[in-house]
C-alpha cells in the first residue's frame, strides 16, 4: 500500500517542478526581453547626448564628473576619460571653477532645477550660456548627482552688445546734428562762433567739440593769389 499511495505523490511533484520551471523560463524571457529594451534605450540616450549641439553634464554628490557629452569634450579640449573622478576645480581656472561650486550647491540645497546666465573663458574663447541645473535623485530621494544642460548664447550676447554699440552711436549722432542744426552766432569779420556760454571760439575748435570733424589746413586759390602774388 505504501507504493501505490507513493507513485501520485512522485507524479504531483514532477508536475510541479515543471511548472516551475516553465514559470523560471519565462521570467528569464522577459528579463532578457527587458534587458535589450534598456540597452537600446541606453544606446538612443548616447546617440542624443553624442550630436546635440549643446554640453551636458552630470556630476556626483561630490561634485566630480560622472557624465559629459561631446560637445562639452569639444569645449573643454578634455575627453570623459580624463574629466571622470575630477571636480571643476581640476579643469577651470579658481574663480570659474568657484562659480560651478557656488551653483551647484544651490541647486542642491533647493532640491529643484535653476536657471544661470554665465560667461566663462575656455580654450576657444569666451562663452556665454544660459545653463539649467538641476538635481537628479535616486529611488529613495536621496540626492545621486547634479545635472547640467548649456545653451549657448554667445554669438546672440554679441549681437545684443553690437545693436547696444550701434544704439549709442546712433544717439551721439543725433545728438551732434541737433547742435549742429542750431543757430550759431557768427562774428562777420573774424568768423568767430559763439557759444551757448558766451564765449567766442573758432570755428574749426567749434565743429570739433561737436562733431567727429577733423580740419586740415590749406590755401585757396583765390587766397593763393593774394598772399602769394600781392
Not at 82 to 98: C, N, S, W
Not at 110 to 122: D, K, N, S, V
Not at 186 to 209: N, V
Request: net charge negative.
Amino acid at each position: 500500500m505504501q507504493a501505490f499511495h507513493g507513485a501520485p505523490l512522485q507524479s504531483h511533484g514532477h508536475e510541479e517542478l515543471e511548472r516551475r520551471i516553465a514559470e523560471l523560463e519565462r521570467e528569464n524571457a522577459a528579463l532578457r526581453r527587458e534587458r535589450v529594451e534598456l540597452g537600446d534605450r541606453e544606446a538612443d540616450l548616447l546617440a542624443v547626448l553624442a550630436h546635440t549641439p549643446a554640453p551636458i553634464y552630470l556630476k556626483d554628490a561630490d561634485l566630480k564628473y560622472i557624465l559629459v557629452n561631446a560637445r562639452y569634450e569639444q569645449l573643454a579640449h578634455c575627453s570623459l576619460d580624463v574629466l571622470r573622478g575630477k571636480t571643476d576645480y581640476d579643469i577651470f581656472p579658481e574663480p570659474v571653477a568657484q562659480l560651478f561650486r557656488e551653483q551647484d550647491r544651490e541647486v542642491m540645497a533647493q532640491g529643484a532645477p535653476r536657471e544661470f546666465e554665465e560667461t566663462i573663458p575656455l580654450p576657444d574663447g569666451e562663452f556665454t550660456f544660459i545653463t539649467v541645473k538641476f538635481p537628479v535623485h535616486d529611488g529613495a530621494g536621496k540626492l545621486r548627482a547634479v545635472g547640467g544642460l548649456c545653451t549657448d548664447i554667445t554669438a546672440r550676447k554679441k549681437a545684443e552688445q553690437d545693436r547696444e554699440q550701434l544704439i549709442l552711436q546712433l544717439q551721439e549722432a543725433v545728438a551732434e546734428v541737433m547742435t549742429l542744426r542750431k543757430i550759431l552766432p557768427i562774428c562777420a569779420w573774424c568768423k568767430q562762433i559763439r557759444d551757448d556760454k558766451g564765449y567766442w571760439t573758432q570755428l574749426e575748435a567749434y565743429l570739433s567739440q561737436h562733431s567727429e570733424l577733423e580740419f586740415t589746413h590749406s590755401i585757396c586759390p583765390r587766397c593763393s593769389d593774394k598772399v602769394l602774388d600781392p
